[in-house]
Nanobody, 124 residues
């Protein structure tokens, strides 16, 4: 499974971005896909996850209410809509996938496949 993350960019505080994670290869509905982010000097942190089969979602407290993760199984793509962006959301955002993963597991070691990351910069 190969993952391609895109959609990052520079946005002002309060603005919005939509990230995309396109999967290539054999990805089944039993996969869970998540977004993580990493800022300079900080550990990678969980942002949100979605199960591809029934669409269960889970969010980190830091983005709850501001972000929406969704999937389009016909396009093998997962999206992260981010609204009301804050400077502290600045990070490289990575998408990751795992088979039979639990959406409520924020541990990045549970994810076997990773995309290359896309930079999100929020200016104040």
């Amino acid at each position: 499974v190969q993952l391609q993350a895109s959609g990052g960019g520079l946005v002002q505080a309060g603005g919005s971005l939509r990230l995309s994670c396109a999967a290539e290869g054999r990805i089944f509905s039993s996969y869970t896909v998540a977004w993580f982010r990493q800022s300079p000097g900080k550990e990678r942190e969980f942002v949100a996850a979605v199960s591809l089969n029934i669409g269960n979602t889970y969010y980190a407290d830091s983005v709850q209410g501001r972000c929406t993760i969704s999937r389009d199984n016909t396009k093998n793509t997962v999206y992260l809509q981010m609204n009301s962006l804050k400077p502290e959301d600045t990070a490289v955002y990575y998408c990751a996938a795992t088979l039979y993963g639990l959406v409520r597991n924020p541990d990045d070691s549970a994810y076997a496949y990773w995309g290359q990351g896309t930079q999100v910069t929020v200016s104040s």
